[in-house]
């Protein structure tokens, strides 16, 4: 089944939710960065809280997410957009923690002593920027204290990624739901009560749970609107021209050194592991664009 979000509203409007499976997102940014699986629970919890951020986004916008909690997996980097594009990589991705429960330790590579921190690029001259402190190190705490304290939205949020004996994805996905000011609390009670019982997101979506179905397992049937749907995939936004124009950040007399040196250069993407080549012609092409200029 091919990965999307949902959108939608519960209980007549006073609940937001959101619900994703990011199955061969996440088993494409574990292929292509090679991650050990407490690594890639980790990223792929996040990209899949990433995914759900920029939903609530529009047009062009776009929102990063990073995380810097002192585990050996160093940092968590992921940006996301409107229109269910998400990229994503770890400092350390051949990282891996034991664990005595059985379970991917991911606090344990991720860390807990550091923050969480959200960047929206809403189109305007300044970015939103909001920083909370890392609570748990388990990802979906994390986000879910980030919306209770940066954007004091009462919140709940999910996060699951099963990772299979040969390190591909098994299953991945999540959601998250979001109180309204008007919502009385006999709702708020039940929503608790549900959402202390429920199973593991990964293992609903192991078992063939959509994201509408997910979104009924936590609301309850009959209680959850579909607002719509929009397809999701690793998608980077690097090319060969945006690293050029890197490359011409350096100054010409950096790129003459490049020059002399190999006769040549090559820039490879955090994201997507894509490897652009620049041929000494291409170099000296743009030491005349910087010196024409």
């Not at 061969?24 to 940014?29: F, K, P």
Request: proline content about 3%; overall charge negative; charged content about 20%.
């Amino acid at each position: 089944m091919p990965d999307y979000l949902v959108r939608g509203l519960g209980f007549n409007g006073n609940v937001r939710a959101f619900a994703v499976n990011t199955t061969e997102t996440v088993g494409e940014a574990q292929r292509r960065h090679q991650t050990w699986p407490a690594a890639t629970a980790a990223l792929g919890r996040l990209m899949t809280g990433g995914v759900m951020f920029g939903a609530m986004l529009k047009g062009e916008d776009r929102v990063t997410l990073k995380i810097e909690a002192g585990g050996p997996v160093g940092h968590l980097l992921v940006d996301s957009d409107a229109k269910g594009n998400v990229r994503g990589y770890v400092a350390n991705p051949q990282t891996h923690v034991d664990s005595k429960s059985g379970k991917l330790n991911v606090k344990g590579v991720v860390g807990t002593e550091g923050m969480l921190s959200v960047v929206k690029d809403l189109g305007m001259r300044d970015y939103f920027t909001g920083q909370t402190p890392i609570v748990s190190g388990e990802i979906a705490e994390d986000l879910t204290y980030y919306f209770v304290v940066s954007e004091q939205v009462p919140s709940s949020v999910g996060l699951g990624v099963l990772v299979d004996t040969d390190n591909s994805v098994l299953a991945a996905g999540g959601f998250i739901i979001q109180l309204m000011p008007d919502i009385d609390d006999e709702t708020i009670t039940l929503i608790e009560q549900r959402l202390a019982n429920i199973e593991p997101v990964s293992s609903m979506i192991k078992r063939g749970l959509t994201p509408e179905g997910i979104l009924e397992e936590v609301l309850g049937k009959g209680n959850v609107q579909i607002l719509g749907k929009t397809a999701v995939q690793f998608n980077c936004t690097c090319s060969k021209e945006k690293f050029a124009e890197g490359i011409m950040g350096l100054g010409a007399a950096e790129i003459r050194q490049m020059i002399e040196t190999d006769g040549q250069a090559e820039a490879e993407c955090h994201f997507c592991h894509e490897k652009y080549h620049y041929n000494k012609e291409e170099l000296e092409a743009l030491i005349n664009d910087l010196e024409s200029n």
